[in-house]
Protein backbone atom coordinates (compact mmCIF):
# COMPACT_ATOMS: atom_id res chain seq x y z
CA UNK A 1 0.00 0.00 0.00
CA UNK A 2 1.13 3.86 -0.12
CA UNK A 3 3.44 4.63 1.97
CA UNK A 4 3.91 7.92 3.71
CA UNK A 5 7.49 8.90 5.43
CA UNK A 6 8.37 11.91 7.17
CA UNK A 7 11.96 12.71 8.91
CA UNK A 8 12.99 13.90 11.25
CA UNK A 9 10.21 12.19 13.55
CA UNK A 10 11.89 14.74 16.44
CA UNK A 11 13.47 18.25 15.66
CA UNK A 12 15.13 20.48 18.81
CA UNK A 13 16.20 23.72 17.21
CA UNK A 14 17.69 26.94 18.83
CA UNK A 15 15.33 29.33 18.28
CA UNK A 16 17.45 31.75 15.13
CA UNK A 17 18.20 28.65 13.66
CA UNK A 18 16.27 26.77 10.49
CA UNK A 19 14.31 24.07 9.87
CA UNK A 20 13.34 21.39 7.45
CA UNK A 21 11.11 18.38 7.44
CA UNK A 22 10.77 16.25 4.24
CA UNK A 23 7.88 13.38 3.36
CA UNK A 24 8.54 10.92 1.04
CA UNK A 25 6.34 8.64 -0.59
CA UNK A 26 6.65 5.74 -2.13
CA UNK A 27 4.55 6.28 -5.25
CA UNK A 28 3.51 9.31 -7.48
CA UNK A 29 1.50 12.00 -5.75
CA UNK A 30 -1.68 13.63 -6.90
CA UNK A 31 -0.77 16.27 -4.40
CA UNK A 32 0.33 16.93 -0.64
CA UNK A 33 -1.01 19.19 1.54
CA UNK A 34 1.06 20.14 4.66
CA UNK A 35 -0.32 20.90 8.31
CA UNK A 36 0.60 22.27 11.45
CA UNK A 37 -0.46 20.84 14.69
CA UNK A 38 0.03 23.17 18.25
CA UNK A 39 0.74 21.31 21.14
CA UNK A 40 -3.30 20.35 22.42
CA UNK A 41 -4.32 21.76 19.06
CA UNK A 42 -6.02 20.21 16.26
CA UNK A 43 -4.34 20.23 12.57
CA UNK A 44 -4.78 23.09 10.62
CA UNK A 45 -3.66 23.33 6.86
CA UNK A 46 -0.71 25.33 5.58
CA UNK A 47 -1.05 24.90 2.07
CA UNK A 48 -1.74 22.18 -1.00
CA UNK A 49 1.12 21.20 -3.73
CA UNK A 50 0.54 20.41 -6.90
CA UNK A 51 2.47 21.00 -9.91
CA UNK A 52 5.66 18.83 -10.35
CA UNK A 53 8.83 21.39 -8.88
CA UNK A 54 6.10 23.77 -7.49
CA UNK A 55 7.66 25.80 -4.42
CA UNK A 56 5.37 27.90 -2.08
CA UNK A 57 6.46 30.61 0.14
CA UNK A 58 4.50 31.76 3.46
CA UNK A 59 6.83 34.59 5.45
CA UNK A 60 9.26 32.33 7.02
CA UNK A 61 8.18 29.14 4.93
CA UNK A 62 9.14 27.54 2.07
CA UNK A 63 7.32 24.74 0.55
CA UNK A 64 8.72 22.51 -2.33
CA UNK A 65 6.89 19.66 -4.39
CA UNK A 66 9.37 17.41 -5.83
CA UNK A 67 9.94 17.22 -9.69
CA UNK A 68 8.79 13.20 -9.60
CA UNK A 69 5.90 14.07 -7.29
CA UNK A 70 7.45 11.75 -4.62
CA UNK A 71 8.53 13.71 -1.92
CA UNK A 72 8.09 17.07 -0.44
CA UNK A 73 9.12 19.18 2.25
CA UNK A 74 8.74 21.98 4.46
CA UNK A 75 11.22 24.81 5.41
CA UNK A 76 11.47 27.56 8.06
CA UNK A 77 13.65 30.46 8.00
CA UNK A 78 14.95 31.46 11.51
CA UNK A 79 12.00 29.66 13.66
CA UNK A 80 10.76 31.29 16.52
CA UNK A 81 8.29 30.09 19.57
CA UNK A 82 5.45 30.08 17.51
CA UNK A 83 6.61 27.57 15.17
CA UNK A 84 6.75 24.85 17.93
CA UNK A 85 4.47 22.23 16.80
CA UNK A 86 4.18 18.88 14.73
CA UNK A 87 3.83 19.73 11.22
CA UNK A 88 2.35 16.49 9.14
CA UNK A 89 2.44 16.00 5.19
CA UNK A 90 -0.93 14.90 3.65
CA UNK A 91 -0.65 12.93 0.42
CA UNK A 92 -2.97 11.94 -2.06
CA UNK A 93 -2.54 9.88 -4.97
CA UNK A 94 -5.26 10.89 -6.99
CA UNK A 95 -7.93 13.50 -6.84
CA UNK A 96 -10.97 10.96 -5.05
CA UNK A 97 -8.31 8.69 -3.10
CA UNK A 98 -7.89 8.56 0.26
CA UNK A 99 -5.53 11.15 2.15
CA UNK A 100 -2.89 9.53 3.85
CA UNK A 101 -1.04 11.55 6.71
CA UNK A 102 2.72 11.32 7.59
CA UNK A 103 4.00 10.31 11.11
CA UNK A 104 4.64 13.95 11.46
CA UNK A 105 7.74 15.94 12.81
CA UNK A 106 7.51 17.17 16.01
CA UNK A 107 9.84 21.18 16.10
CA UNK A 108 10.74 22.22 19.34
CA UNK A 109 12.51 25.64 19.55
CA UNK A 110 14.63 26.70 22.68
CA UNK A 111 14.20 30.39 23.55
CA UNK B 1 -11.94 28.50 14.98
CA UNK B 2 -12.25 25.93 12.30
CA UNK B 3 -16.08 26.30 12.27
CA UNK B 4 -16.00 22.14 13.01
CA UNK B 5 -17.99 21.37 16.23
CA UNK B 6 -17.22 18.44 17.97
CA UNK B 7 -18.63 17.13 21.12
CA UNK B 8 -18.43 15.97 23.71
CA UNK B 9 -14.58 17.04 24.30
CA UNK B 10 -13.41 14.65 26.98
CA UNK B 11 -15.29 10.95 27.37
CA UNK B 12 -14.05 8.39 30.17
CA UNK B 13 -15.91 5.44 30.22
CA UNK B 14 -14.80 1.67 30.93
CA UNK B 15 -13.90 -1.30 28.40
CA UNK B 16 -16.69 -3.21 27.04
CA UNK B 17 -18.82 0.22 26.60
CA UNK B 18 -20.44 2.14 23.64
CA UNK B 19 -19.89 5.93 22.95
CA UNK B 20 -21.07 8.19 20.33
CA UNK B 21 -18.84 10.87 19.06
CA UNK B 22 -20.34 13.98 17.49
CA UNK B 23 -19.20 16.60 14.73
CA UNK B 24 -21.19 19.47 13.24
CA UNK B 25 -19.28 20.20 10.53
CA UNK B 26 -18.62 24.02 9.06
CA UNK B 27 -21.21 25.73 7.09
CA UNK B 28 -21.80 24.61 3.30
CA UNK B 29 -19.51 21.69 4.25
CA UNK B 30 -20.80 18.45 2.65
CA UNK B 31 -18.14 16.15 3.24
CA UNK B 32 -17.02 15.24 6.74
CA UNK B 33 -13.79 12.42 7.87
CA UNK B 34 -13.32 10.85 10.96
CA UNK B 35 -9.60 10.67 12.29
CA UNK B 36 -7.59 8.58 15.21
CA UNK B 37 -4.78 9.83 16.66
CA UNK B 38 -3.17 7.98 19.20
CA UNK B 39 -0.38 9.28 21.83
CA UNK B 40 2.42 10.41 20.16
CA UNK B 41 1.26 9.08 16.85
CA UNK B 42 -0.18 10.83 13.62
CA UNK B 43 -3.57 11.09 12.08
CA UNK B 44 -4.85 7.66 11.25
CA UNK B 45 -7.94 8.38 8.60
CA UNK B 46 -10.63 6.29 9.58
CA UNK B 47 -13.78 6.99 7.42
CA UNK B 48 -15.41 9.90 4.97
CA UNK B 49 -18.88 10.51 4.20
CA UNK B 50 -20.13 13.06 1.55
CA UNK B 51 -24.09 14.34 1.51
CA UNK B 52 -24.83 11.82 3.95
CA UNK B 53 -23.11 8.64 2.17
CA UNK B 54 -20.41 6.59 2.95
CA UNK B 55 -17.35 7.82 0.49
CA UNK B 56 -13.81 6.10 1.71
CA UNK B 57 -13.04 3.67 4.39
CA UNK B 58 -9.46 3.89 6.25
CA UNK B 59 -8.29 1.38 9.46
CA UNK B 60 -11.78 1.39 10.46
CA UNK B 61 -12.45 -1.41 12.72
CA UNK B 62 -15.64 -3.32 12.43
CA UNK B 63 -16.41 -2.20 16.13
CA UNK B 64 -16.31 1.44 15.37
CA UNK B 65 -19.08 2.77 12.53
CA UNK B 66 -20.17 5.88 11.46
CA UNK B 67 -22.54 7.46 10.05
CA UNK B 68 -24.22 10.94 8.16
CA UNK B 69 -27.15 12.98 8.87
CA UNK B 70 -29.47 14.84 6.50
CA UNK B 71 -28.86 17.74 8.43
CA UNK B 72 -25.05 16.88 7.45
CA UNK B 73 -23.46 16.04 11.18
CA UNK B 74 -21.90 13.32 11.62
CA UNK B 75 -21.59 10.34 14.19
CA UNK B 76 -19.10 7.92 15.29
CA UNK B 77 -19.84 4.79 17.50
CA UNK B 78 -17.53 3.01 19.25
CA UNK B 79 -18.74 -0.05 20.77
CA UNK B 80 -17.15 -2.50 22.46
CA UNK B 81 -13.92 -0.58 23.72
CA UNK B 82 -11.01 -1.35 24.33
CA UNK B 83 -7.82 0.08 25.99
CA UNK B 84 -6.31 0.85 22.74
CA UNK B 85 -8.96 2.83 21.47
CA UNK B 86 -7.90 5.01 23.98
CA UNK B 87 -6.94 8.26 21.62
CA UNK B 88 -8.00 11.37 20.39
CA UNK B 89 -10.86 11.72 17.43
CA UNK B 90 -10.49 14.39 15.24
CA UNK B 91 -13.65 15.31 12.58
CA UNK B 92 -12.81 17.59 9.76
CA UNK B 93 -14.76 18.63 6.73
CA UNK B 94 -14.68 20.42 3.16
CA UNK B 95 -16.67 21.73 0.51
CA UNK B 96 -16.41 18.64 -1.50
CA UNK B 97 -15.26 15.37 -1.70
CA UNK B 98 -12.84 15.48 -4.00
CA UNK B 99 -9.53 15.28 -1.17
CA UNK B 100 -7.71 18.14 -3.18
CA UNK B 101 -10.10 20.30 -1.29
CA UNK B 102 -8.90 21.67 2.33
CA UNK B 103 -9.85 19.87 5.38
CA UNK B 104 -11.11 21.63 8.34
CA UNK B 105 -10.13 19.81 11.83
CA UNK B 106 -12.25 20.42 14.50
CA UNK B 107 -11.06 21.00 18.10
CA UNK B 108 -11.32 16.55 19.02
CA UNK B 109 -12.85 14.36 21.55
CA UNK B 110 -10.06 13.17 23.86
CA UNK B 111 -11.32 9.17 25.00
CA UNK B 112 -9.96 7.54 27.90
CA UNK B 113 -10.96 3.84 28.08
CA UNK B 114 -9.96 2.93 32.08
Known amino acids: GQQVMQIPQYQHVQEGEDFTTYCNSS?????IQWYKQRPGGHPVFLIQLVKSGEVKKQKRLTFQFGEAKKNSSLHITATQTTDVGTYFCAALKTSYDKVIFGPGTSLSVIP | DSGVTQTPKHLITATGQRVTLRCSPR?????VYWYQQSLDQGLQFLIQ???????AKGNILERFSAQQFPDLHSELNLSSLELGDSALYFCASSVAPDRKVIQYFGAGTRLSVL
Open chain 1, 27 to 31: TTLSN
Open chain 2, 49 to 55: YYNGEER
Open chain 2, 27 to 31: SGDLS
